[in-house]
């Protein structure tokens, strides 16, 4: 299957061999795989439950042709209660075929969903960096819930109709073969619909997936707390409605014509439905009064008729229903078919890190983001075990992307990012996280409890633990001024606590992990002087047998650093201590001199 990605939108999904593409089939029937106990047993059901169904029109043939022609009330009464037994019969299989269709279906689908979720947890940030979140959420959410739709009815219901007009045929042939023929001449014209309308429907699904997508990242950016504000703040409340607006409607629009592809073939498949009664009925009477046929095989044959057309018709409808489901099978395959930036396979046996302490090393490294040149280039230092290592350097030069690097967010075009001298990307997903935190200048904060956001650092920290960590991170007066306290909840983002608050938090959540490697991105910026002073002496604490590395913009929180190296262009032009750096007279000093004559000016 060919299969090709808009770089800047995820629903951008195309292939010229879209339909009836035997690898997403295969891949839907491996996924099925392990209902497959489940799904022979609803089969089992479902072939008895049309062998059933069958029983009806012969029971009323004999109630009309020998109960009632002969007054025989005891037949009478048999065939009433078997006609009734039969029903029951029916009504039980058809309630256990169900139950076992939405069984199976809600379990491929929650099987789907974990695979697209743990597979965008394996994508790489720029995946995520050019890709709304609202887009990600319809593909996982709003594509799997109308597979599930397709699983659940229409391929059982395909089965099923197969079934009925096999075995309907087969009985209408052993009743009378010149009325069989007469009803099977109308069989062909079903199928018309189908070749006109199938690509049609498959076009409408897919699009109609695309713009739902497109309404759900509106929603996900203009009423998320942060799309809120500055849509607010702005007063761009208009402006957003009729944005809003304008996609809702295009997702009506494209529902509308979906739904009017499926109004075409119903329409079509009821005037070519009409015919076989006109003809049963005009053939069957003829012979009735010419004495050669019963009224009562007319009148189950009649019953036939109904199960043979509207099975029929149905697996005519089914197969524009199948192709908007191979639409829908398509883009969610196609989702799990993005590559990964950074993948476990790629070396023999993915390396496990010991306890021990660890050292960081780049070497020659080079890396850009595809959309221009390089943003480093050629870089090499190493982060000795116990020591702490400061990147500074102007805005743009490449500081963040290095913290990146180190934590395996992204990989190097060229050149090698080791730890403990093992290559990163040979070294075992959970073991690499398990060695380092990561203390962000944008924190994030999950909608829960104050507690809950500093173990998820270590969610299996004693009571104590956490309260060690919220005293070494300066905590301990906040928490005790909170009606709550560690059970107050700290709102989308955290929102409910100011900027240092929410670094505090960071930290605590950083120190209780432990980590052998602890990596700083402007740790500190959020907090007053005097805060950071104290951040900076519980932050002093960690950096004992630990590698650290710390991205720093206020040069006040580096003066101490072991080594610092100095970015500009993505390349290292400067390394050394701060006295070192400060002599030499470069960029670093210029940095330096930059910050402290700002501050003293607004002092003064």
């Given at each position: 299957?060919?299969?090709?990605?808009?770089?800047?939108?995820?629903?951008?999904?195309?292939?010229?061999?879209?339909?009836?593409?035997?690898?997403?089939?295969?891949?839907?029937?491996?996924?099925?795989?392990?209902?497959?106990?489940?799904?022979?047993?609803?089969?089992?059901?479902?072939?008895?439950?049309?062998?059933?169904?069958?029983?009806?029109?012969?029971?009323?043939?004999?109630?009309?042709?020998?109960?009632?022609?002969?007054?025989?009330?005891?037949?009478?009464?048999?065939?009433?209660?078997?006609?009734?037994?039969?029903?029951?019969?029916?009504?039980?299989?058809?309630?256990?075929?169900?139950?076992?269709?939405?069984?199976?279906?809600?379990?491929?689908?929650?099987?789907?969903?974990?695979?697209?979720?743990?597979?965008?947890?394996?994508?790489?940030?720029?995946?995520?960096?050019?890709?709304?979140?609202?887009?990600?959420?319809?593909?996982?959410?709003?594509?799997?819930?109308?597979?599930?739709?397709?699983?659940?009815?229409?391929?059982?219901?395909?089965?099923?109709?197969?079934?009925?007009?096999?075995?309907t045929l087969a009985i209408m042939f052993r009743m009378n073969w010149q009325m069989s023929i007469l009803s099977m001449l109308v069989l062909p014209a079903f199928a018309l619909p189908v070749g006109a309308f199938g690509r049609r429907t498959y076009d409408a699904v897919t699009r109609t997936q695309e713009k739902f997508s497109h309404?759900?990242?509106?929603?996900?950016?203009?009423?998320?707390?942060?799309?809120?504000?500055?849509?607010?703040?702005?007063?761009?409340?208009?402006?957003?409605?009729?944005?809003?607006?304008?996609?809702?409607?295009?997702?009506?629009?494209?529902?509308?014509?979906?739904?009017?592809?499926?109004?075409?073939?119903?329409?079509?498949?009821?005037?070519?439905?009409?015919?076989?009664?006109?003809?049963?009925?005009?053939?069957?009477?003829?012979?009735?009064?010419?004495?050669?046929?019963?009224?009562?095989?007319?009148?189950?044959?009649?019953?036939?008729?109904?199960?043979?057309?509207?099975?029929?018709?149905?697996?005519?409808?089914?197969?524009?229903?199948?192709?908007?489901?191979?639409?829908?099978?398509?883009?969610?395959?196609?989702?799990?078919?993005?590559?990964?930036?950074?993948?476990?396979?790629?070396?023999?046996?993915?390396?496990?890190?010991?306890?021990?302490?660890?050292?960081?090393?780049?070497?020659n490294v080079t890396f850009s983001y595809g959309d221009g040149g390089d943003v480093l280039h050629a870089v090499s230092f190493r982060a000795e075990p116990g020591k702490l290592t400061a990147i500074v350097g102007r805005s743009g030069a490449g500081k963040s992307t290095i913290l990146s690097l180190c934590a395996r967010f992204h990989?190097?075009?060229?050149?090698?990012?080791?730890?403990?001298?093992?290559?990163?990307?040979?070294?075992?997903?959970?073991?690499?996280?398990?060695?380092?935190?990561?203390?962000?200048?944008?924190?994030?904060?999950?909608?829960?409890?104050?507690?809950?956001?500093?173990?998820?650092?270590?969610?299996?920290?004693?009571?104590?633990?956490?309260?060690?960590?919220?005293?070494?991170?300066?905590?301990?007066?906040?928490?005790?001024?909170?009606?709550?306290?560690?059970?107050?909840?700290?709102?989308?983002?955290?929102?409910?606590?100011?900027?240092?608050?929410?670094?505090?938090?960071?930290?605590?959540?950083?120190?209780?992990?432990?980590?052998?490697?602890?990596?700083?991105?402007?740790?500190?910026?959020?907090?007053?002087?005097?805060?950071?002073?104290?951040?900076?002496?519980?932050?002093?604490?960690?950096?004992?047998?630990?590698?650290?590395?710390?991205?720093?913009?206020?040069?006040?929180?580096?003066?101490?650093?072991?080594?610092?190296?100095?970015?500009?262009?993505?390349?290292?032009?400067?390394?050394?201590?701060?006295?070192?750096?400060?002599?030499?007279?470069?960029?670093?000093?210029?940095?330096?001199?930059?910050?402290?004559?700002?501050?003293?000016?607004?002092?003064?």
């Open positions: 299957m060919r299969v090709s990605w808009d770089h800047h939108r995820l629903g951008r999904y195309r292939s010229k061999d879209d339909i009836f593409t035997r690898q997403t089939v295969r891949r839907l029937l491996e996924t099925a795989r392990p209902y497959l106990g489940k799904l022979s047993l609803a089969v089992a059901l479902m072939t008895l439950g049309v062998a059933i169904s069958l029983a009806p029109p012969l029971i009323m043939r004999e109630i009309i042709d020998n109960a009632i022609r002969s007054h025989n009330v005891g037949l009478l009464l048999n065939l009433t209660i078997m006609f009734l037994l039969v029903a029951t019969a029916g009504a039980v299989t058809g309630i256990s075929q169900n139950y076992l269709n939405t069984v199976v279906s809600q379990g491929l689908v929650h099987d789907l969903r974990v695979k697209m979720y743990e597979h965008a947890q394996h994508l790489g940030l720029s995946f995520f960096s050019r890709t709304p979140a609202g887009e990600i959420h319809s593909r996982i959410v709003n594509d799997l819930g109308a597979a599930q739709q397709v699983i659940s009815s229409t391929i059982s219901g395909v089965f099923v109709n197969i079934m009925s007009v096999i075995l309404l759900m990242e509106k929603l996900e950016e203009t009423l998320s707390l942060s799309g809120i504000i500055v849509v607010k703040s702005f007063g761009a409340s208009h402006r957003e409605r009729s944005a809003f607006l304008e996609a809702s409607a295009a997702v009506r629009d494209a529902s509308i014509r979906q739904g009017v592809v499926g109004l075409w073939i119903r329409l079509i498949v009821s005037i070519m439905a009409a015919l076989g009664p006109a003809l049963l009925y005009g053939y069957g009477g003829y012979e009735a009064i010419a004495g050669r046929l019963q009224v009562g095989t007319i009148v189950a044959f009649s019953a036939y008729l109904v199960q043979l057309y509207g099975p029929t018709s149905a697996l005519a409808g089914s197969n524009t229903a199948l192709l908007g489901g191979l639409a829908l099978f398509c883009r969610i395959f196609g989702f799990l078919d993005l590559p990964c930036e950074i993948s476990e396979n790629a070396c023999p046996g993915p390396t496990v890190i010991s306890e021990s302490t660890v050292g960081l090393e780049f070497d990989c190097p075009q060229s050149g090698v990012v080791r730890l403990s001298d093992v290559p990163l990307q040979e070294i075992d997903e959970e073991s690499l996280r398990r060695t380092m935190a990561i203390v962000m200048q944008d924190v994030f904060l999950f909608h829960s409890t104050l507690e809950e956001n500093i173990r998820y650092g270590n969610p299996l920290a004693t009571p104590e633990e956490v309260t060690s960590a919220i005293s070494a991170a300066q905590l301990r007066d906040f928490v005790s001024e909170l009606p709550d306290g560690l059970q107050t909840v700290v709102g989308e983002r955290g929102f409910r606590l100011s900027g240092g608050e929410r670094q505090r938090v960071a930290v605590a959540r950083a120190i209780l992990r432990d980590p052998k490697i602890l990596l700083l991105d402007e740790a500190t910026s959020s907090l007053d002087s005097h805060a950071e002073r104290l951040i900076q002496e519980a932050l002093e604490g960690l950096f004992s047998g630990r590698t650290v590395v710390a991205i720093a913009h206020r040069l006040s929180t580096v003066l101490n650093a072991n080594q610092i190296i100095v970015l500009e262009g993505g390349t290292i032009v400067e390394r050394g201590k701060h006295l070192e750096l400060l002599n030499l007279g470069g960029t670093y000093s210029e940095l330096f001199h930059e910050q402290f004559d700002s501050a003293l000016l607004e002092r003064d």
